[in-house]
């Protein structure tokens, strides 16, 4: 590759990310893009914050290789496992000039600005649930504005999506029984996050067996290339260093031809994905 190659990078532990890569790209179409997926590992939602941490610095060193100055971390497990040590322990020593984001602040700050009563609603997986970094951020960068958070981990909503079972019977009946007990727990939500990439190709759904109609649901790959889109207006001294030929390259750690059978769902259209060794 070229040494003027400086592609933001994308990393996920598996597909989901794909859908905050879409929003990404059709909001920031000129800059080039690299997709890493780690496939062969996934899912990170069931690994302890130590293993996650490892994985994901590993992508980041793998991405940095590769000529990238700014990554986002687009999966919300490994933005609560293992962003903050990269952030205050890795990058001053391997990396102070490059940038390391997440998805968990931009969907803090999204619902922090929207609610009305104060009540927000987490949907996730049982790693990010159980990090409770939503809460925390969510108190932390609320100024008080958010009274009570309220989780629920919705474990079967991701096998649904990478098998393709969206709209189905069974699916509806896992979607509808979730979103039941996180309206249980509080039933003045007012707005929800949708705290897992793969969940917005389950938002027809969601939006069907929403106990309440007048909820704002949060879906963070619009929210996240907004907030890029803003972060790289504040920092031209990143801006100007990623490369702008409108590219975009994908790489996983598992079989290539299952991640682009499957990434088709996500991106709407055929991608063509690279195997690679860490």
């Known amino acids: 590759m070229s040494s003027n190659y400086h592609p ?24 080039d893009f690299v997709y890493l997926g780690d496939n062969a590992r996934t899912p990170y939602g069931t690994r302890s914050f ?25 999966c919300n497990t490994a933005s609560a496992k293992a962003l903050r040590n ?44 159980s990090s409770e970094s939503y809460p925390v951020e969510l108190e932390k960068w609320s100024d008080g504005k958010v009274k009570l958070t309220t989780q629920q981990a ?70 996240v290339a907004s907030k890029l889109a803003d972060y790289l207006q504040r920092h031209p001294e990143i801006e100007q260093v990623c490369s702008k030929e409108s590219s975009i390259n994908y790489f996983t750690t598992e079989q290539a031809n299952l991640f682009d059978a499957r990434a088709k769902h996500f991106m709407g259209q055929e991608v063509k994905v690279r195997h690679l060794h860490f």
């Open 86 to 129: 990269i952030q205050q322990l890795d990058l001053p020593k391997i990396a102070p000039d490059r940038r390391v984001l997440g998805v968990i602040r931009p969907s803090v700050e999204e619902a922090s600005e929207i609610t009305r009563n104060g009540h927000v609603g987490v949907l996730g997986t049982n790693g990010t649930v």
């Open 154 to 223: 919705c474990p079967m909503w991701v096998p649904i999506v990478e098998n393709n079972k969206m709209g189905t019977e069974g699916a509806d009946y896992f979607i509808k029984n979730d979103l039941q007990e996180l309206f249980k727990k509080d039933a003045e939500i007012d707005s929800l996050i949708l705290g897992c990439t793969h969940y917005p190709l389950l938002i027809e759904s969601i939006r069907k067996f929403m106990p309440k109609s007048d909820v704002q649901i949060i879906e963070q790959g619009k929210i």
């Open 8 to 31: 933001i990078g994308v990393f996920d532990s598996g597909y989901g990310g794909l859908t905050v890569l879409k929003e990404i790209v059709s909001t920031l179409p000129q800059y």
């Open 50 to 74: 130590n293993v996650v941490y490892e994985y994901t610095l590993e992508a980041v060193r793998k991405l940095f290789d590769m000529g990238c100055h700014l990554i986002i971390l687009a």
